[in-house]
């Protein structure tokens, strides 16, 4: 009669089994790793997002940086040619209403 295996020892099925168990474990993890790899972004597409993202930036910058030129620009024209010709046709007329009521 042959003794059986010891207590501690395991039968050549039941480390199959386990072998097996690992062995989908490790499919699973490499699995869930190339899941994750593929939801990351690149670098050099990060580069080029934030090369993208950074020339908006800078061409915005320049169209407020006009705006604000035809902005100063507009106020020198309103002044140049609205308040100051109003100003001419008041102050004579004020200046003759005050002379004659003085009188």
């Known amino acids: 009669m042959s003794p059986g295996p010891a207590p501690d020892e395991l039968t050549l099925g039941e480390l199959a089994r386990r072998?097996?168990?690992?062995?989908?474990?490790?499919?699973?993890?490499?699995?869930?790793?190339?899941?994750?790899?593929?939801?990351?972004?690149?670098?050099?597409?990060?580069?080029?997002?934030?090369?993208?993202?950074s020339a908006r930036v800078a061409a915005l910058e320049t169209l407020r940086e006009k705006d604000a030129e035809r902005l100063i620009a507009t106020r020198r024209w309103m002044v140049g040619a609205v308040v100051i010709p109003l100003v001419c046709v008041i102050l004579p007329l004020l200046i003759v209403l005050l002379h004659g009521q003085s009188s």
Do not use: H, M, P, T
Request: aromatic share 6%; proline share 0%; net charge negative.
């Open 19 to 53: 072998f097996e168990e690992r062995l989908a474990d490790v499919r699973d993890d490499i699995q869930q790793l190339g899941l994750r790899i593929d939801s990351k972004v690149s670098r050099e597409v990060y580069d080029l997002r934030q090369e993208v993202l």
